[in-house]
C-alpha cells in the first residue's frame, strides 16, 4: 500500500487509489479494509498527489503544446519545475526511507510530506486561474501578483521566485524596447501593441496635400506602439507605463528614420539618444531582476532617467532640426488667422460657394480658391502650401459650407509627437469660432460700404439701419480685438518664450498643450453657455446683413440683436465674478465701452 501511495503522491493513480471525474486522486471507495481515519489521513495525502499531478500536468501540456507557449509561459514553467523540486526530492528521500526501515508507517510519510502541502496547494490554484482565464502574456503577472500577495510564509517566498523569474522576462523586454526600440514580442504577450500610422499620423489629407506628401516621401509608413489595456499589469502605475511606451516609440522612429535614410541602415547603433549610457542602464535592469520582488518604485527611477535623456534628444531634432518655429508661425497664421488678409480675399472669392449648403464635390474648387488668395496676399511658400488644404467636416443637415469648413495639415516627421491628430482637432475648432467672426465684421464691413454708397432718401428709417449695423459692429470689432491681441498675439507671445525656454520634449509639450488649451479657454470655446450665445449673436448678425439689403422688416432681428448681446454681457458678468479671469475683464471692458451695453440692461 505505501508503495502506491508514493506512486499517488507523485500523481500516478493505481488501484488503491484511483483518479476520479474531476481529476482528483482518491482512495477507491469499494475498499472495505480501511476505516474512517485511516481513509481520511489518505484522502488528505493523495490531496497532494492531485495539486503535484495538476502541477505536471500544465507543465507536459504547455512543453507539447505545437504552438510556442509564450516567454512568459515558458518563463513560469521552468518557475514552477524549480518549485517542485523540493517536493520530488522529499519523495525520492521518503522512498529511500520506507526501502530501508518497512516498520516505518503511514504517520511517518504524512510528517514528511505535509510541510509542502501549502505550497502544492497555492501553485493549483494559480494554475487553475491561469488555466480559467487562458492568460498569457503580460496577464500571467498579475494573476501571480494577485496570488503572491495573498500568500504568506514559506508559500509567500517560492511564489515570490516564481513571480521573479516572469519578471526577468519583462525586464529584458522593457530593457530592449527602452534602449534600443526593438520589440521581441511575436507572441503580443507584452503590454504595447503595434499600430501602422504615416508620417501625417492619420491627418486625412486631402488631394493636394496627398499627391504632395507622396511625391516627396512616397508615404513611407512608420510603425508606432500604443499601450494595450488588456495587457497592463495592473501594479505598474499608468504613468510608468505611459513613460516607457513614450521612451521606446521616440527610439524606435529615430531608428526608422535613419534606416530610410541610410541605404542599408538596418541595425544603426543610435548612440546620440541615450548618450551612450546604454551599457549602464542594461547593468540597472540586470540589478532589477537580480531582486527578489520588483520594486515599481526603482523601475520607475530607471525608466524617467531614460526619459530624461530621449525628451532632450527630442527637443533638439523638432527645435533645430525640424524649425518648430517656423511651424509655429504657419500654426498661427493659418490656423489662428494671423494673416487676416488672407481670409479677406477668400472670403470673396468663396462666398458665393460656400454662403449656402455645400454641393458635392466642392473642395477642389475651394483649394483653387484658397490658392489664388494666397497668391494675392504673397504667400508663396510651396512647401507650405502643399501641406495644407481645406476641406468640409461633416456637420448638420442645412449647415453652409463656412459653418463645415476646416483645415488639414500634413505635419511632417518628427513634428506629429506634437501635433497629433487630437492636437489638429482641437486648433480646427479655434479656427472655426475665428472665421465666425472674421466672416462676421467682413459682411458688416460689406454692408457699411452699401450703405454708404446709398447716402440720399431713406429717413428715420436709414437712420435707424445705419445705428443697428454700427452697434453690431462696434460690439463684433471689439470682440475681434479681444481675440487677435488679447488672446491669441498675448498666448502666442508666452508659448514663444516657453519654447525657447524648453530643455526637453516634455516641457516643449506641456508649454503647447498649455497654450492651445488657454486659447480654447479664453475663445469661450469651453464655456458652453458663451459659446452658443456668441454664436447665436454672430448669426443673428449675418443675418441683418442679407435683411438690410432685402428690404425686410428689422424689428424681430433687431429686438433679438439687442437680447443677445444683453444675454452675453449678462453671462461674462456672472463668469468673471466667479473666475475673476483677467480676459473675461478685459473683453467686458471693451464691449462696454461707456456703459454702451450696461445701461440698456
Not at 524617467?304 to 527645435?319: C, D, F, G, Q, S
Not at 516657453?498 to 497654450?515: K, N, P
Request: with cysteine; net charge negative; glycine share 6%.
Amino acid at each position: 500500500m505505501l508503495h502506491e501511495l508514493l506512486l499517488a503522491l507523485e500523481g500516478c493513480p493505481g488501484s488503491l487509489f484511483t483518479l476520479k471525474e474531476d481529476d482528483s486522486i482518491l482512495v477507491d471507495g469499494s475498499l472495505p479494509f480501511f476505516n474512517p481515519s485511516e481513509r481520511s489521513l489518505l484522502n488528505e495525502l493523495c490531496s497532494l498527489g492531485t495539486w503535484y499531478r495538476h502541477v505536471r500536468t500544465f507543465i507536459e501540456r504547455q512543453q507539447a503544446a505545437d504552438e510556442s507557449p509564450g516567454q512568459y509561459v515558458r518563463a513560469l514553467c521552468g518557475a514552477l519545475d524549480q518549485a517542485t523540486a523540493d517536493y520530488e526530492a522529499c519523495l525520492q528521500r521518503l522512498e529511500e526511507d520506507l526501502l530501508a526501515d518497512p516498520d516505518l508507517g503511514l504517520a511517518y510519510v504524512y510528517h514528511a510530506v505535509q510541510p509542502h502541502a501549502g505550497l502544492l496547494r497555492a501553485l493549483s490554484q494559480l494554475l487553475a486561474e491561469l488555466t480559467r482565464l487562458g492568460a498569457t502574456g503580460c496577464r500571467v503577472l498579475d494573476v501571480l501578483q494577485r496570488h503572491t500577495a495573498a500568500a504568506v510564509g514559506d508559500e509567500r517566498r517560492h511564489l515570490q521566485r516564481v513571480l521573479q523569474r516572469c519578471h526577468r522576462v519583462l525586464l529584458a523586454q522593457l530593457s530592449a524596447w527602452l534602449l534600443y526600440g526593438l520589440l521581441s514580442d511575436a507572441g503580443g504577450e507584452f503590454f504595447l501593441r503595434e499600430r501602422s500610422v504615416s508620417e501625417t499620423d492619420g491627418a486625412a489629407l486631402g488631394r493636394l496635400a496627398r499627391a504632395a506628401a507622396a511625391a516627396e516621401r512616397q508615404q513611407t509608413p512608420l510603425v508606432e506602439f500604443e499601450l494595450d489595456p488588456e495587457l497592463l499589469p495592473s501594479y505598474l502605475p499608468l504613468r510608468l507605463c505611459q513613460s516607457v511606451l513614450f521612451v521606446g516609440n521616440s527610439i524606435q522612429m529615430c531608428r526608422q528614420r535613419v534606416e530610410q535614410r541610410v541605404e542599408g541602415a538596418a541595425g544603426v547603433p543610435l548612440s546620440g539618444i541615450v548618450s551612450g549610457h546604454e551599457s549602464q542602464f542594461a547593468a540597472e535592469f540586470e540589478a532589477l531582476s537580480a531582486e527578489p520582488t520588483l520594486s515599481p518604485l526603482r523601475l520607475e527611477r530607471l525608466v524617467n532617467r531614460i526619459k530624461t535623456l530621449v525628451a532632450k534628444h527630442l527637443w533638439k531634432v523638432i527645435v533645430v532640426e525640424a524649425g518648430l518655429s517656423q511651424h509655429l508661425s504657419v500654426m498661427k497664421d493659418f490656423f489662428l488667422m494671423g494673416r487676416g488678409t488672407l481670409y479677406q480675399e477668400l472670403f470673396i472669392e468663396c462666398d458665393p460657394l460656400l454662403r449656402a449648403p455645400p454641393k458635392a464635390h466642392i473642395e477642389t474648387d475651394i483649394n483653387e480658391a484658397f490658392a489664388v488668395a494666397c497668391g494675392r496676399v504673397g504667400l508663396e511658400d510651396d512647401s507650405v502650401l502643399e501641406s495644407l488644404y481645406l476641406t468640409l467636416a461633416p456637420g448638420p443637415e442645412g449647415a453652409s459650407g463656412w459653418d463645415r469648413l476646416r483645415i488639414n495639415y500634413a505635419v511632417r516627421w518628427p513634428l506629429h509627437l506634437l501635433y497629433t491628430p487630437t492636437v489638429l482637432a482641437g486648433y480646427n475648432d479655434i479656427f472655426s469660432f475665428l472665421l465666425l467672426v472674421k466672416r462676421t465684421q467682413l459682411m458688416l464691413e460689406r454692408l457699411w460700404a452699401d450703405q454708404m454708397d446709398q447716402k440720399s432718401g431713406g429717413g428715420a428709417g436709414r437712420m435707424a439701419t445705419h445705428q443697428l449695423r454700427a452697434h453690431m459692429s462696434f460690439l463684433v470689432n471689439n470682440l475681434q480685438y479681444y481675440l487677435h491681441v488679447d488672446v491669441l498675439e498675448s498666448e502666442h507671445s508666452r508659448l514663444q518664450a516657453a519654447v525657447a525656454a524648453a530643455e526637453d520634449y516634455e516641457q516643449l509639450r506641456h508649454a503647447h498643450d498649455c497654450f492651445l488649451t488657454a486659447v480654447s479657454s479664453q475663445c469661450f470655446l469651453q464655456s458652453a453657455p458663451v459659446s452658443e450665445c456668441l454664436r447665436d449673436l454672430l448669426t443673428a448678425c449675418q443675418e441683418l446683413c442679407l435683411a438690410i439689403p432685402e428690404g425686410r422688416e428689422l424689428a424681430p432681428l433687431q429686438q433679438r440683436l439687442q437680447l443677445k448681446s444683453q444675454l452675453l454681457f449678462r453671462i461674462l458678468s456672472s463668469l468673471k465674478d466667479q473666475r475673476a479671469g483677467s480676459h473675461l475683464s478685459r473683453l467686458l471692458l471693451r464691449i462696454d465701452f461707456n456703459q454702451f451695453v450696461s445701461r440698456g440692461i
